[in-house]
Structure formats: C-alpha cells, structure tokens
C-alpha cells in the first residue's frame, strides 16, 4: 500500500482532495510502475485541483500531479528495468491519466524520458514542466536567432520565467523580467536578471501597433493585452516564445509587427513534444541551468501541501518552483 493525494467528486458535482491508501491493483494501465519521489505544482495542477477539474480532469476519482520523478519499480517495456530514474512531463499525465501526487504511478513508457547525467530526481522537479518548457522556448528562439540586446521575460518571477531568466543569464545574454509584484526584484536579479520591469508597464495595449525597438527576444508567459503590447516593442527579425496565457487567452492586437518588423510569434507546447527533442531539452537543461540558481527557487512542500498550493498558484502567489517531497 501507499499513500495518494485522490480527488473524488461529491453529489453536488464539487471535487475534494484528501490522502488516501492506494494499492497497485488501484493504479491505472501502463507499461511502467514508476515510485516516484518527487513532483511539483503547475497552474494545470491547480485547475485539476479545484472544485470543479479547472475543466482538465475527465473521471473521479482521480489523482493529479502532471509531473514526476523517480525510480522504476518494474517494467514490461525493454527500454526501462527496475533501478533506472526517469522523469516525466506532460501527455496529459495528472489530467486525463493518473499523475504523480502519489508515492506510486503506472504510465505508458513512451512517456517516460530517462533522467539525464547530472540532475537527480528533485532537481528534476525543481525544473518540471515549467522548467522543461522555459527551455524549450530558449531553443525556440536560438533556432531562429536572439537579437543584440536585452531578451524580456513576463511573469519573470513564475515558475516558466525564474527558469528562463535562470537560463538565459547563464548563457550570457541580458535578461529583463517583468513582474507585478515588486519585493520579487531582488529574487530576479539573484537569477540573473539585469532590469525589472514592472507589469504596469506593459499590461495596457495602445494605439500605436508599433513602439521602439527594444527587445531582442521574449518569452512571454502571460499572453493577453501584455504580449500585445510586447509584440510591437521587438526588434526587426526578434522572436516571442509564447508559453501561457495567465493574462487572458485574448490577443488585442494588429499584424503590423509581423509585417514591418518580421517578428515572429512561437508557439510552445510542452505537452505533445516529440520524444527526441524531449531528451535535448532534458541535456541542456543538466547543462546551462545553473544549479545554485535552481536551488535558489525552491520552495519545499509535502502532498498534504498541496490542495492550498493548488489555490494559491491559481492566486499567482507561488513564486519559484515547489518542489514536493511524496515520501515526507
């Protein structure tokens, strides 16, 4: 037996989460009996959360966590055998699938991705799906080339952008982070930032489609009214990695930039990504991140944390990355 965070829906239609004692048998389908050891909370994880799924959970009763990390316990796929660590992200795991707020889960192998030299299992979920998209969205703009001059990160003090910011500064380019909460500067700047932007800056659209030239790069986490704005401010050739929508799934802007300027907007997904990019993404993180500045965003928690961080990251008051230790 073993202990799960499980959400079960009452009569009313509301789902409530508590620890419960889980048995294999109880675990769904899969290729691989993972014991994990550690997961994280995601903004997905606090919809699933919520008391009605946040719309993402399908069945209860349910277990959610859409990342993990830990130790094969077995295996029916030749690809993994018990002793291998393995991390996962994504595939819908902990919103269609059961995730891993649980000290055990069962998945698919095809979704499982082997944890690369140099990070153990916790840092792996230091960087989890926020992390592991922050990369991909560094890469996104490297393939089509970061421009001289500051590269602009929004919801800087997130999980996505303390990691961008992390990654970026360590790759030698000048990072702005742009916040609304002010006492998380000096945060920022431990990581690497060189500028805070405060949020009043950029969350109005204006008249103008296009304002100076500014930013070399963006990775924008928060989407609406803000990465309009930033849309217009990039310079001629720049690139805009968008990976969230906290601000609004709305985009009130113009094509302008796209036309005079050749910006181009970037679309990442963390959820789908092909099997091979998964792995570099995995091997640059082990190595450009730097690992005291992971470690400098860690908030530890255990699963009975988790139903209040669930909330308080729908609030946008998690900064950094949790790191939630399934055997404490």
């Known amino acids: 037996m073993f202990d799960a965070l499980v959400l079960t829906q009452g009569e009313d239609g509301k789902a409530t989460a508590a620890m419960q004692q889980l048995s294999v048998d109880d675990l769904p389908a899969g290729d691989v009996v993972v014991n994990v050891e550690y997961t994280t909370v995601n903004y997905k994880d606090g919809l699933c959360l919520s008391p009605k799924g946040g719309g993402l959970v399908r069945n209860y009763p349910h277990v959610g966590g859409i990342d993990f990390a830990g130790t094969v316990e077995s295996s029916d796929d030749a690809r993994y055998t018990a002793g291998d660590k393995v991390v996962l992200t994504g595939w819908r795991v902990g919103e269609v699938h059961w995730g891993g707020y649980a000290q055990k ?22 960087v989890g799906t926020a992390g592991f998209t922050s990369m991909l969205s560094v890469m996104a703009l490297e393939d089509h080339g970061i421009k ?67 930013w070399g790069g ?22 805009v990695a968008s990976v969230g929508l906290a601000g609004g799934a709305g985009l009130p802007a113009t094509v302008i930039p796209f036309l005079l300027r050749g910006v181009n907007l970037l679309g990442i997904d963390s959820v789908m990504q092909p099997y091979e990019n998964r792995l570099r993404a995995w091997e640059r993180i082990a190595k450009d991140l730097p690992m005291d500045k992971l470690e400098a965003m860690v908030v530890p928690a255990t699963m009975s944390d988790l139903p209040k961080l669930g909330a308080d990251i729908l609030n946008g008051q998690v900064k950094g990355r949790v790191v939630v230790d399934v055997n404490a």
Request: aromatic share 2%; hydrophobic share 45%; proline share 5%.
């Open 218 to 239: 963006c990775i924008d986490a928060v989407g609406g009214e803000m990465l309009a704005r930033v849309l217009g401010q990039m310079q001629y050739g720049a690139s």
């Open 148 to 214: 001289d001059g500051p590269v602009l990160v929004t919801g800087a003090a997130g999980g996505v952008g303390s990691v961008a910011v992390a990654i970026l500064a360590a790759l030698g380019h000048q990072v702005a982070g742009v916040t609304g909460r002010p006492e998380t500067g000096d945060y920022l700047k431990s990581l690497g930032a060189t500028q805070i932007v405060a949020r009043e800056e950029l969350n109005e659209t204006i008249k103008r489609p296009m304002e100076a030239e500014t």
């Open 105 to 126: 889960a069962r998945v698919k192998a095809d979704w499982l991705v082997p944890l690369p030299a140099g990070l153990d299992t916790r840092q792996a979920m230091a």
